[in-house]
């Protein structure tokens, strides 16, 4: 392995692997060599254009704390996130289709019970949100966890919210016997992705927008089902066709419609108002095994 060339360096190094015992890790450092040595060679880089490439990593390792995760966002943003899950999840048309995940979820979210208010007192339009978790042939889903997350009107999450640290807009529940949950909270607002780092960087780069549509998160996990990791839309958004990590699909946009007080199935409720959503939610089944 002496006076390799661009033709023969490729090849090289794959060959230095071949003891990798591990078939698939194999095949990912293969594919992993070919592809990189390919990208260098489309682009012909300078060595100040690789030297910048190199910073600009190494810039996003660093913004990288336990609350913040520089490199699930870059890949959030270049559509990395929502290409495996499309890759590698195979659900059929009808099943409740994945969003990504984002970096707003906490473990410590309350457990509540059904129909709790779970808006920590914050302003905004009431949401009543009435939920109902079956599997392909419509039968209910008892006992399903299902996890919700959301921002504020301003488009903060609890941990962003000036002077509050508790847990707020998120929880916990587990669908009754007939598959339902049910809770009241605030309308959330679309809010930007975190644009004080590199990935704030690129997206200046590249004139593209910070902003999300407004959503709902919700994951919901059951026994012998694939776990969901889902967002509902609200359909007249106007960030839907610049979503800045892709996750936005026309299956999980919802109106959000809203009455004004003292009218709809929630009059009584509320002097303001009030957006109600109801959305039944399908589980793909696990293959028996
Ligand atoms: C979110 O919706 O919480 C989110 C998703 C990806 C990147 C940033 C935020
Ligand atoms: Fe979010």
Redesign the pocket.
């Known amino acids: 392995m002496r006076d390799l060339t661009s033709d023969t360096i490729t090849e090289a190094v794959i060959s230095t692997m071949r003891d990798t015992q591990d078939p698939r890790l194999a095949e990912i450092l293969r594919s992993l060599v070919r592809h990189l040595h390919a990208f260098v060679r489309d682009v012909g880089p300078t060595e100040e254009e690789w030297a910048a490439g190199v910073a600009y990593l190494t810039r996003t390792g660093h913004m990288c704390t336990p609350t913040r995760q520089e490199f ?2 870059l890949s ?2 270049l559509g990395v ?1 929502m290409l495996v899950d499309a890759l590698s999840v195979r659900r059929s048309a009808e099943a409740t289709q994945n ?7 906490r473990e410590d979210r309350p457990r509540h019970s059904d129909a709790a208010d779970i808006s920590g007192g914050l302003p905004g339009t009431p949401l009543f949100f009435e939920g109902r978790v079956v599997d392909r042939e419509g039968t209910p889903v008892p006992g399903a966890g299902v996890d919700v ?1 959301h ?1 504020d009107a301003d488009g903060h ?1 609890d941990m962003e919210v000036p002077g509050r640290s508790d847990p707020a807009m998120r929880a916990r529940f587990r669908t009754d016997e007939r598959g339902h949950f049910a809770f009241r909270s605030i309308r959330p607002a679309g ?1 930007p ?2 644009g004080d780092g590199p990935v704030g960087e690129l997206m200046r780069a590249t004139g593209r927008s910070l902003m ?1 549509p407004a ?1 709902l ?1 919700l994951l919901i996990e059951a026994t012998g089902f694939q776990r969901v990791t889902t ?1 509902l839309f609200p359909s007249d958004d106007p960030y839907l066709d610049t979503d ?2 892709f ?1 936005v699909k026309q299956s999980l946009l919802e109106s959000y419609d809203t009455y004004e007080p003292g009218t709809g199935p929630r009059r009584g409720l509320t002097d303001v108002p009030y957006t109600l959503l109801r959305r039944t939610f399908v589980l793909e089944a696990l293959p028996a095994d």
Do not use: A, C, E, N
């Not at 969003?99 to 979820?105: A, E, I, K």
């Open positions: 699930i966002l959030d943003v996130t969003s990504v995940l984002g970096p707003y979820f997350w921002s999450y809010y992705i975190p999300r959503h998160h967002m800045p990590v996750g």
